[in-house]
């Protein structure tokens, strides 16, 4: 426990000021404990951390709050963030909300942030919009 509260009191001091990427330096944040292979800066209250090849979320205290289940994450921007998965090879792109919920599935070719509730996607080699609900449009 006194790991984790040290950690997320260090983490936060740093992130404030440039990313966490060096891997000394979180073993030594950690009490010579690997507990990250890499943690990225806070947005939206959420810091992207990599464990394994796989991205999950922090919050300020160190706390998972998004298990390490994406195999990419993009930072959180207006309080979602574009999450892939390989299927069968082929990444698959779709989007999260700060608790963890996907709200977007996995269907789109490309990464996506949203501006505004609306994101611009591609999926099968034709461009489109959708919004944070899953509703789409897409060009011909």
Same mark, same amino acid.
């Given at each position: 426990?006194?790991? /984790? $509260? ?9 992130? $404030?000021? +440039? !990313?966490?990427?060096?891997?000394? &330096?979180?073993?030594?944040? #950690? ?8 943690? $990225? #800066? ?18 300020? &205290? ?8 994406? !195999?990419? *994450? ?6 979602? *963030? #574009? ?5 069968? +090879?082929?990444?698959?792109?779709? #989007?999260? &909300?700060? %608790?963890? *919920? ?7 070719? %490309?990464?996506?942030?949203? &501006? !505004? ?6 999926? !099968?080699?034709?461009? +489109?919009?959708? %919004? /944070? ?8």
């Amino acid at each position: 426990v006194d790991v /984790v $509260r040290n950690f997320g009191e260090v983490l936060a001091t740093w992130c $404030r000021t +440039g !990313d966490i990427t060096n891997r000394e &330096n979180l073993e030594q944040l #950690c009490n010579g404990v690997r507990i990250y292979d890499g943690v $990225r #800066c806070f947005c939206n209250g959420l810091a992207r951390f990599e464990v394994d090849k796989k991205f999950g979320f922090l919050d300020k &205290n160190g706390k998972v709050v998004i298990p390490a289940v994406y !195999d990419l *994450a993009m930072f959180f921007h207006n309080g979602y *963030a #574009c999450v892939g998965k390989k299927f069968n +090879g082929k990444m698959k792109y779709g #989007c999260i &909300n700060a %608790d963890g *919920a996907l709200v977007i599935p996995f269907i789109y070719n %490309d990464t996506f942030s949203f &501006n !505004d509730g609306i994101a611009l996607v591609t999926k !099968d080699g034709i461009t +489109g919009l959708t %919004d /944070v609900f899953g509703n789409s449009c897409f060009f011909n």
